[in-house]
């Protein structure tokens, strides 16, 4: 079985997928940290984050895997944990640049459908319902207003000791929305045949709950 989570940034896509993945006992893929990683390996390169060629050396050069720990799904970048690297800000701002480039899509795309091959899925990310899993048996497409999202942003930071103000992550999580809808290659948009749920005045267990019942109504 396929459940494919999309929306934008901060509707809490990662958060209710891993749930749901380890209340059914399927594996987890969060097809953004795949995304976020290619981003970090230009960085770590010097090598500008719209630079195709440079970017796909880059790709072939090297191996973004995952691996399930005790304590959730690790990034790697070759040998190198790179689940916390990723998540800075200097990465968030600029990976919707480096995400738009279709030949990365395409590469990150197949490995995310051999991923999804051979075991029960919960993928999360923009495109899963629409172009990585169409055939997904389930579609989630959760939203929530971008200031109840802004807020979210700002509660977890304050809990990394990250100060950045609220007027500023609303405009981070617009921009990058912004980005992530209009770019050419399979831009962030609701499948057909997904289902809305608005989360904005919804706690993460209502969500989960919400999202189960969708989820045995398919099964
Ligand atoms: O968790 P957050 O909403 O901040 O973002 P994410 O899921 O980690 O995704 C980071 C970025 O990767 C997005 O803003 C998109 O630019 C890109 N992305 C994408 O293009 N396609 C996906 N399937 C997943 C993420
Ligand atoms: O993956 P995505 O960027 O869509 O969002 P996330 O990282 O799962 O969630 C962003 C933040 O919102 C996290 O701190 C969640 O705990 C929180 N959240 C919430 O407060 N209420 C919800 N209904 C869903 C998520």
Partial sequence: MQIAIDGPASAGKSTIAKLIAKNLNFV?????????????????HNVGYGDTLNILKLMSEHRIHFLNKEDGQHVYLDDEDVSDDIRTEEITNNVSQVSAIKEVRTQLVQMQRDLANDCDIVMDGRDIGTTVLPKAEVKIFLIASVEVRAQRRFKENVERGINT????????????????????ISPLKKADDAIEVDT???????????????VNEHK
């Fill in 165 to 184: 103000p609220l007027k500023e992550l609303q405009d981070e999580i617009a921009a990058r929305d912004y980005k992530d809808s209009h770019r050419e």
């Fill in 200 to 214: 904005s005045d919804m706690t993460i267990e209502q969500v989960v709950k919400r999202v189960t019942e969708i």
């Fill in 28 to 44: 987890y893929c969060d097809t953004g940290a795949m995304y976020r990683t290619v981003t970090l390996l230009a960085k770590k």
